[in-house]
């Protein structure tokens, strides 16, 4: 049974920054493909980045240059590194394993099966 677990949320200026983790349990984390995506209240899910098992990593244009995913694979562990928040930025940050990591997901994305509860980012103006 996968599990996944985000963390580092919280509440941060415009202009400021936070690192999100996510913990994966239940499969080969170093075997499969990660993402971040998010959700505000009274709108669509949208693709933040997603990062293959390989590495290779793909970003919405609305946080490139400002957002980088990374892995940790012997802590089964995914980082999401925010700079320069903006307001916008503002919503549920979700983590899902074993996604199809392409830019298309990475903008809006799709098959998000395996998905922790998330974990709130709010950006103050």
């Known amino acids: 049974q996968v599990q996944v677990v985000e963390s580092g949320g919280g509440l941060v200026q415009a202009g400021g920054s936070l690192r999100l983790s996510c913990t994966a349990s239940?499969?080969?984390?170093?075997?499969?493909?990660m993402g971040w995506f998010r959700q505000a209240p009274g709108k669509e899910r949208d693709g933040v980045s997603c990062?293959?098992?390989?590495?290779?990593?793909y970003y919405a244009d609305s946080v490139k240059g400002r957002f980088t995913i990374s892995r940790d694979n012997a802590k089964n562990t995914l980082y999401l590194e925010m700079n320069s928040l903006k307001p916008e930025d503002t919503a549920m940050y979700y983590c899902a394993a074993g996604i199809p990591c392409t830019k298309a997901w990475a903008t809006k994305p799709d098959h998000v099966n395996n998905r922790g509860q998330g974990t709130q980012v709010t950006v103050s103006s």
């Open positions: 239940g499969l080969r984390f170093g075997d499969v493909n």
């Open positions: 990062i293959t098992w390989r590495a290779a990593t």
